[in-house]
Nanobody, 125 residues
Framework: QVFPVESGGNSVRAGESLTLSCKMRGYTFGSFCMGWFRQGSGKRRDRVASIYTGGGAPYYADSAKGRFTISRDDSQNTLNLQMNNLKPEDTDKYIC??????????????????WGQGTQVTVSS
């Protein structure tokens, strides 16, 4: 089992940056999709960015392209999200998730996967 634990959320002003980190406790090896979601107001969380542990180009939502960068630090077993030029509409709870698999592209949603508790990002204008 994998237990994602997020950190790094904060209150910032528009234009500033934040780095979110997710410690993937319990993950040791294997093909996994890992990603960041935002809680939103609907039942289904919105994916922000995702990455495949085996490599390849990350996926980004349109709202994240050009501003956010997802990365993995294998030495620390973490999944990071660098968020630049933050906007008030980025305000949300950001949740880290992972699931076994390799198809981490446009349709990936870890329905039965491993979810963290989330970390709050608040951006004021």
């Amino acid at each position: 089992q994998v237990f994602p634990v997020e950190s790094g959320g904060n209150s910032v002003r528009a234009g500033e940056s934040l780095t979110l980190s997710c410690k993937m406790r319990g993950y040791t090896f294997g093909s996994f999709c890992m990603g960041w979601f935002r809680q939103g107001s609907g039942k289904r969380r919105d994916r922000v960015a995702s990455i495949y542990t085996g490599g390849g180009a990350p996926y980004y939502a349109d709202s994240a392209k050009g501003r956010f960068t997802i990365s993995r630090d294998d030495s620390q077993n973490t999944l990071n999200l660098q968020m630049n030029n933050l906007k008030p509409e980025d305000t949300d709870k950001y949740i880290c998730a992972a699931s076994p698999g390799w198809n981490c592209g446009g349709t990936w949603y870890p329905e039965g996967g491993y979810w963290g508790q989330g970390t709050q990002v608040t951006v004021s204008s």
